[in-house]
């Protein structure tokens, strides 16, 4: 489980994670449930990281507002089957153990968040106030209907506010050469161009596949002589192709984009990829890299998501350098 983060860009769920994921991440959003509502669950522990324990009542809460998360990402469309295929428990034990490792890091950090902090913090929350001043009566009734005391709270929102800290130190620490920047904004946002010859069966398009890869200059004649159906696809961005009709017209898989986006010009991507009517044989016509036009580089979305993804890493360094325990029987139990 501790390559979790890792795991994130192997695939388009794995993308689709990533955001949902980063975005409770970034947050600190583990903390929010203490506001909205919280279930009464056994005070069993999850897991121990450094000897602190994270409860199984903490990842119930996690767990119960990232279900929400996706339910709303899928506008509630979501089964249990499918909701049991994500493995959100795991997910949210993984959010809550980096979570944890980070808070305990806050003494290298030189990070103390005091008293009169949390204090200021706790009075601009607008639940705690009436007529927009705080009142401390409405402070400790709120808590209360969420089985809270004020010290609880206090607790939970200094964590998080040392995990926020410790957080932007690590992005702030990150760097990427204009250069190396510009170079990966052209790759990263290039347009490809190709054509596609679809087969019947599997067999031809596998023997039109074999001679193509040969030579790939008789692609077109080629694939009109053994009566394939061939299309003509102009210049697209990834995304863009992904947004297109074309995917659901041809049955594009993501492993054909891939392909498609990872070949050279002038190539045939090596495989036979199923298609609505048939089987498909792809060659590139065209990659064209577009330029960068900007100054301010930091800002740009592509630093940011480098700088989560360096955040990552970092914070899987600081778990294998950590004891973690994980308690396999209550997550199993959880998970039923």
């Not at 913090?121 to 400790?140: H, M, T």
């Not at 009734?141 to 607790?155: C, G, I, K, W």
């Not at 995990?163 to 790759?187: A, C, L, V």
């Not at 891939?258 to 016509?285: L, Y």
């Amino acid at each position: 489980m501790l390559d979790f983060f890792r795991k994130f860009y192997s695939s388009p769920l794995g993308k689709v994670i990533t955001i949902i994921v980063a975005a409770l991440f970034v947050i600190g959003f583990s903390f929010m449930p203490y506001i909205i509502g919280t279930v009464s669950v056994p005070s069993e522990d999850a897991a121990v990281v450094d000897g602190s324990k994270i409860s199984l009542g903490a990842l119930e809460r996690y767990y119960g507002r990232l279900e929400g998360e996706y339910m709303k990402l899928y506008k509630n469309k979501l089964t249990e089957r499918e909701i049991k295929a994500l493995n959100l428990p795991e997910t949210a034990l993984s959010s809550l153990i980096a979570d944890r490792v980070l808070e305990l890091k806050s003494p290298v950090f030189g990070i103390n968040v005091s008293d009169g902090f949390i204090a200021r913090r706790i009075a601009s929350y607008p639940v705690f106030q009436e007529n927009g001043s705080f009142k401390d009566s409405l402070f400790k009734s709120v808590l209360l209907q969420n089985h809270l005391t004020p010290a609880d709270f206090e607790n939970s929102l200094r964590r998080q506010i040392t995990r926020s800290y410790i957080r932007n130190i690590i992005m702030e620490s990150f760097s990427m050469p204009r250069e190396q920047f510009i170079n990966d904004f052209k790759i990263n946002n290039k347009s490809v161009s190709f054509e596609i010859a679809v087969f019947k069966s599997k067999d031809d398009a596998s023997n039109f596949l074999r001679a193509a890869l040969l030579n790939p200059g008789s692609f077109k004649s080629s694939a009109g002589k053994n009566q394939a159906a061939l299309r003509t696809v102009p210049l697209y961005s990834e995304a863009g192709l992904i947004k297109s009709s074309f995917l659901n017209d041809y049955g594009i898989s993501y492993d054909a984009v891939q392909g498609i986006f990872s070949s050279p010009p002038g190539s045939v991507v090596g495989q036979v990829f199923p298609a609505k009517e048939g089987f498909m044989v792809i060659k590139i016509q065209r990659v064209y890299f577009p330029r960068y036009v900007g100054s301010k580089i930091k800002s740009e979305p592509y630093v940011l998501k480098e700088e989560q993804k360096f955040l990552y890493g970092y914070v899987e360094y600081l778990e294998n350098k950590s004891s973690i325990k994980i308690n396999k029987k209550a997550l199993r139990s959880f998970s039923s």
